[in-house]
T-cell receptor
Framework: GQNIDQPTEMTATEGAIVQINCTYQ??????LFWYQQHAGEAPTFLSY????GLEEKGRFSSFLSRSKGYSYLLLKELQMKDSASYLC???????????FGKGTRLSVIA | DADVTQTPRNRITKTGKRIMLECSQTKGHDRMYWYRQDPGLGLRLIYY???????NKGEISDGYSVSRQAQAKFSLSLESAIPNQTALYFC????????????FGEGSRLTVL
């Protein structure tokens, strides 16, 4: 089966840095996505990693280690609007749907 | 206007009723998907279609059916709704690019009493 694990909930302080981890065990690997989802809204694309290493995009960065089956999303200079769920999803091949983790609900507090 | 449009956005119905959720897209994508989302369970795939003549079951297809009427339209039906089908439903599309990035509709909240 396909298994993607991420913490259920996290809390962090405004202005701080938070790291959300994702580990995966899937049959095939073609890349890893991170999506942001505010409550009651559609998920929106944050990042896509296919090669090992860190991809930086403004306040958000995403890291991938294919050999360890591990990724993390790093959020810097946290803002209240970053309170949302963050979904890790694995692409196993170009012809199979993404497999999603259950999501990590991040609460940013003052 | 949204690239992926779902109707209705909210629906309350009773057990045993037939319900159809519709999805249309203007992205020109071949691939379309239906997911449901429940608190604590994440996004779970119901059905997907890679072109008009292609229909595939996802991990939780029991109690659901789909119709791909055209490249731009993909409908989800609940033939006889039951309360545990109360959930937030998302339609999504993707292109043929190898990444598989999904573009989501705004969601349809269904309540079955």
């Amino acid at each position: 089966g396909q298994n993607i694990d991420q913490p259920t909930e996290m809390t962090a302080t405004e202005g701080a840095i938070v790291q959300i981890n994702c580990t995966y065990q899937t049959s095939g690997f073609n890349g890893l996505f991170w999506y942001q989802q505010h409550a009651g809204e559609a998920p929106t694309f944050l990042s896509y990693n296919v090669l090992d290493g860190l991809e930086e995009k403004g306040r958000f960065s995403s890291f991938l280690s294919r050999s360890k089956g591990y990724s993390y999303l790093l959020l810097k200079e946290l803002q209240m609007k970053d309170s949302a769920s963050y979904l890790c999803a694995v692409s196993r091949s170009g012809n199979t749907p993404l497999v999603f983790g259950k999501g990590t609900r991040l609460s940013v507090i003052a | 206007d949204a690239d992926v449009t779902q109707t209705p956005r909210n629906r309350i119905t009773k057990t045993g009723k037939r319900i159809m959720l519709e999805c249309s897209q203007t992205k020109g994508h071949d691939r379309m998907y239906w997911y449901r989302q429940d608190p604590g369970l994440g996004l779970r795939l119901i059905y997907y279609s890679f072109d008009v003549k292609d229909i595939n079951k996802g991990e939780i297809s029991d109690g659901y059916s789909v119709s791909r009427q055209a490249q731009a339209k993909f409908s989800l039906s609940l033939e006889s709704a039951i309360p545990n089908q109360t959930a937030l439903y998302f339609c999504a599309t993707s292109g043929r690019e190898n990444t598989g990035e999904l573009f989501f509709g705004e969601g349809s909240r269904l309540t079955v009493l």
